[in-house]
């Protein structure tokens, strides 16, 4: 196994020898930030347990493998037919493909959209809407703070780009499809950018997924504007194989009277890791993070939250939720900052954890840092195993034992599910955790695509 120095070297050396192509077809916008962002990966590195933001995952065997980098879009061969058949005919959405982090060339499925939204690739949107994507490209993510972005940001080339302008309501959701499809091992660097105007309302409901059982390591980051009175729902469904490994980053600023809800269910996937970092820059402001992770063998899941309150009078609600099964491990680290400012901040963070083997382990970490005086702040862990109370309770009404245990863990994972504010992609993921606890799937089977792993 390479140190990791050998590893920052080697991508060192694949943005020198790729300048040119990573410059070509990309605005200055792009390339200006990506020239700063590399000096900062040369300082950071890929981060290693020294870390203490990643110290229950080690990256190194991640990023130890001779992967594919495709700098330049390359045409994935996808039959659109095979691949958006929903089985939930109530989930009616606003569907995009994306193929190895680039925009799918022949998206043909965005034509039902309100008059001014725009939804393109990132390259595109870099040269068409100049003003808007420069306004916002960039400013929120914080690649000085953490390698994995800052790496990101050097290599981005394209992802998806959505934008809503003031007053619009998108009343069907906008279902994101992230395709990993390779005939080698691939690593695949997507960045996304969306930006939501005053008064403006939109749900996007992201689905990675993995065609072929190649191993890929994905690095993605999704930069969020939500304006004044907006209301945004973001809802990412994690499943993949066993050889993938997933590095997802979020950054969402949100404005005064804005409302934010997101939801993060890692449902399969060899390593996840999700960061997900939250800035409160205006007064009044309502954010709802949640997320939910079932895991089972040897998966590793890590979430790491941040949730920023710099203005006043603004609350957030996080609750994130596992079940760990075999040999597999989490993480969770919250962090809540309140500061001097922020005066009348109501913040909650929880985190349990329900452990079916001796084998299962789950670190968790929350965090309150607060600088003002005037807030009521909360937060807490809980670890355990299943309840015998309740389990003799359901046994005692003529359920078997491995019913009542099923009946048990859905009931867990529910609390997560139920603040799913789409009613048909509510009932829908609670089939798909119905069946992931019952240990009988290994692909989504039932989502908004037919995905052959």
């Given at each position: ?50 870390n ?10 991640a ?87 800052a ?69 993605s ?48 996937g060899?390593?996840?890791r ?45 609750h ?24 009348k ?30 807030v ?78």
């Amino acid at each position: 196994m390479a140190n990791i120095d050998t590893i920052n070297k080697d991508f060192a050396d694949l943005f020198e020898q790729g300048k040119e192509l990573l410059s070509n077809g990309s605005s200055d916008c792009m390339n200006k930030t990506r020239e700063k962002a590399f000096v900062q990966f040369q300082e950071l590195g890929v981060p290693t347990r020294v870390n203490e933001n990643y110290k229950y995952t080690n990256l190194i065997p991640a990023f130890d493998h001779p992967y594919n980098v495709n700098l330049r879009y390359m045409e994935v061969d996808v039959d659109l037919n095979d691949i958006f058949q929903c089985d939930v005919p109530e989930l009616d959405t606003n569907m995009v493909l994306l193929t190895n982090g680039w925009f799918y060339g022949n998206n043909k499925v965005l034509t039902e959209l309100p008059e001014g939204v725009i939804v393109c690739g990132v390259q595109e949107a870099a040269q068409k809407y100049p003003d808007i994507f420069n306004a916002h490209y960039g400013k929120y993510a914080k690649p000085e703070e953490d390698g994995i972005v800052a790496l990101n940001t050097a290599l981005a080339k394209d992802g998806l780009f959505i934008y809503v302008p003031k007053g619009v309501v998108i009343d069907k959701p906008i279902q994101v499809v992230n395709l990993l499809r390779s005939d080698r091992d691939l690593m695949a660097t997507q960045r996304n950018l969306f930006v939501i105007e005053e008064n403006a309302q939109a749900k996007i409901i992201v689905c990675d997924h993995t065609l072929t059982h190649h191993k890929y390591l994905s690095n993605s980051v999704t930069e969020v504007n939500v304006a004044s009175n907006a209301v945004f729902d973001l809802y990412t469904l994690q499943n993949q194989h066993l050889n993938s490994v997933i590095l997802n980053s979020t950054f969402i600023r949100q404005d005064k009277h804005s409302n934010v809800l997101t939801n993060t269910i890692s449902l399969y996937g060899g390593t996840i890791r999700n960061n997900h970092h939250v800035l409160l820059d205006g007064e009044h402001c309502e954010n709802n993070t949640y997320g939910m992770y079932l895991m089972d063998n040897k998966q590793h899941v890590d979430n790491f939250t941040s949730i920023d309150h710099s203005k006043p009078n603004c609350s957030s609600n996080e609750h994130f939720k596992g079940v760990m099964d075999g040999e597999a491990t989490a993480a969770f680290a919250g962090r809540i900052y309140v500061r001097r400012d922020a005066q009348k901040t109501l913040a909650y963070q929880s985190n349990n954890n329900l452990l079916l083997s001796d084998d299962a382990q789950i670190n968790t970490k929350p965090q309150l840092i607060i600088d003002a005086d005037d807030v009521k702040c909360s937060h807490g862990a809980t670890v355990g195993q299943m309840d015998e109370d309740a389990l003799f309770y359901l046994r005692a009404r003529g359920i078997d034992e491995k019913e009542a245990r099923q009946m048990l863990m859905f009931a867990f994972a529910h609390e997560i599910i139920e603040k799913i504010r789409v009613e048909p992609l509510k009932d829908q993921i609670d089939a798909l955790v119905d069946t992931r606890l019952r240990g009988e799937i290994s692909k989504c089977n039932t989502c908004a695509i037919a995905c052959k792993n």
